[in-house]
T-cell receptor, first 115, second 110 residues
Framework: EAGVVQSPRYKIIEKKQPVAFWCNPISGHNTLYWYRQNLGQGPELLIRYENEEAVDDSQLPKDRFSAERLKGVDSTLKIQPAELGDSAVYLC?????????????FGPGTRLLVL | GEDVEQSLFLSVREGDSSVINCTYTDSSSTYLYWYKQEPGAGLQLLTYIFSNMDMKQDQRLTVLLNKKDKHLSLRIADTQTGDSAIYFCAEKGATNKLIFGTGTLLAVQP
């Protein structure tokens, strides 16, 4: 079974440019998460989807970040415009369903460097 | 607020046991997790424990939970060089989202 797929794996852009990350969760997983992991830190949740609905986006900087999961399957996270402080690894995770004990499976991440 | 803390580094010799410690603040935590992250890779779930359990063993891994002290540990028996990685503790509380620690870098010396 394929795991969580993310692309691209690496992205280098200049500040003020837009950037987009894509995630395809494990087949059948209803819940999808986007995390940001700064260097030397643990991941921090940006947004959580249950099917196509964003149920927790309280940590998403809405002035420049947006996300969508239109058909409740794959998802895109966008930053426009990017700032130097956005350099980080962006991780996508999925789980079978939202509940107290579901396991989250992580993708390899997209490493973003903003110059 | 919710906070999870870990020591930054642990160095052990191959064949020894490793013990990675974690403390958390959320008294309403329901599940606690250990994830492993190898260089350039995503997080791999190693094991988890429900908050009403004291111990869970899975092959070379033993998780101990002291709920009173809000202390979680991961013991790796017979540590191998392939165990070298960053280990993250995470807790899930009332908000139903994972709060991660900063990770412990485990270095295994041959």
């Amino acid at each position: 079974e394929a795991g969580v797929v993310q692309s691209p794996r690496y992205k280098i852009i200049e500040k003020k440019q837009p950037v987009a990350f894509w995630c395809n969760p494990i087949s059948g997983h209803n819940t999808l998460y986007w995390y940001r992991q700064n260097l030397g830190q643990g991941p921090e949740l940006l947004i959580r989807y249950e099917n196509e609905e964003a149920v927790d986006d309280s940590q998403l900087p809405k002035d420049r970040f947006s996300a969508e999961r239109l058909k409740g399957v794959d998802s895109t996270l966008k930053i426009q415009p990017a700032e130097l402080g956005d350099s980080a690894v962006y991780l996508c995770a999925s789980s079978p369903l939202a509940g107290s004990g579901e396991t989250q499976y992580f993708g390899p991440g997209t490493r973003l460097l903003v110059l | 607020g919710e906070d999870v803390e870990q020591s930054l580094f642990l160095s052990v010799r191959e064949g020894d046991s490793s013990v990675i410690n974690c403390t958390y603040t959320d008294s309403s935590s329901t599940y606690l997790y250990w994830y492993k992250q190898e260089p350039g890779a995503g997080l791999q779930l190693l094991t988890y424990i429900f908050s009403n359990m004291d111990m869970k063993q899975d092959q070379r891994l033993t998780v101990l939970l002291n709920k009173k002290d809000k202390h979680l540990s991961l013991r790796i028996a017979d540590t191998q060089t392939g165990d070298s990685a960053i280990y993250f503790c995470a807790e899930k509380g009332a908000t139903n989202k994972l709060i991660f620690g900063t990770g412990t870098l485990l270095a295994v010396q041959p």
